[in-house]
């Protein structure tokens, strides 16, 4: 029988909360020396530790078939593959809630997201955020780099800055414009497994413990 596999984040508070849901579907693992795979015990079910951002990626690649990721993550790799539908929501599991806003500086005025068009944008989610602004009629053409919130503000950049969690560095919320929080994900490697199980339940010569040969 091939192995089911599992990618979650690697360490912080998410990755625990990812690790007691497997653990409480009667799940149990033997970790790997470097501790980036867990192998599992009683079924054929393993667990890959990696950066939150390469789940989705792997997914869609067919390195894992199942991911436990925050939906932004999932949207934005997505977009960024030209493949909205490549990834498919299993369950939201009600961890890791997060909202997306447009954050600009306290002195600015903005009359509404149409005031944003043209400006230069600082985001850990360029193309998530292209997507959304694009949902209004508004363009921007350049996203300044893609990087986390404080080297933003630490470059100084002029314009707009956007990140998931707004701090207090003298700017204001422009537009909350989305929330998520952490799903269960599959990507297409999965169709592999459920036609493998469907082929043994059709099978009256396969029992229920007989061990699939076929890699």
């Known amino acids: 029988m091939s192995r089911l596999r599992v990618a979650i984040q690697k360490s912080g508070r998410l990755s625990d909360k990812s690790l007691e849901i497997l653990k409480s579907c009667g799940l149990s693992f033997a970790r790997s020396k470097d501790k980036l795979f867990w192998y599992g015990r009683d079924f054929p079910v393993d667990v890959l530790l990696v950066r939150d951002d390469d789940i989705p990626r792997m997914l869609l690649d067919g390195v894992c078939e199942l991911g436990i990721v925050g939906e932004n993550i999932a949207r934005e790799v997505m977009l960024e593959r030209n493949n909205e539908d490549g990834l498919h929501c299993l369950r939201k599991l009600g961890f890791g809630h997060c909202r997306l806003s447009l954050a600009v500086p306290e002195n600015m005025d903005v009359q509404g997201i149409a005031s944003l068009e043209g400006m230069r944008i600082a985001t850990s989610y360029p193309e998530f955020t292209r997507y959304l602004l694009n949902q209004h009629g508004v363009v921007v053409p350049h996203f300044a780099f893609k990087?986390?919130?404080?080297?933003?503000?630490?470059?100084?950049?002029?314009?707009?800055?956007?990140?998931?969690?707004?701090?207090?560095?003298?700017?204001k919320c422009a537009k909350p414009y989305s929330s998520g929080q952490h799903q269960a994900q599959h990507g297409p490697s999965v169709k592999r497994h459920e036609a493998e199980a469907r082929r043994r339940d059709n099978d009256p010569h396969c029992s229920g413990d007989s061990a699939d040969p076929s890699p």
């Open 147 to 171: 990087q986390r919130f404080l080297g933003g503000l630490s470059l100084g950049l002029n314009g707009l800055l956007q990140s998931l969690a707004l701090k207090t560095f003298g700017l």
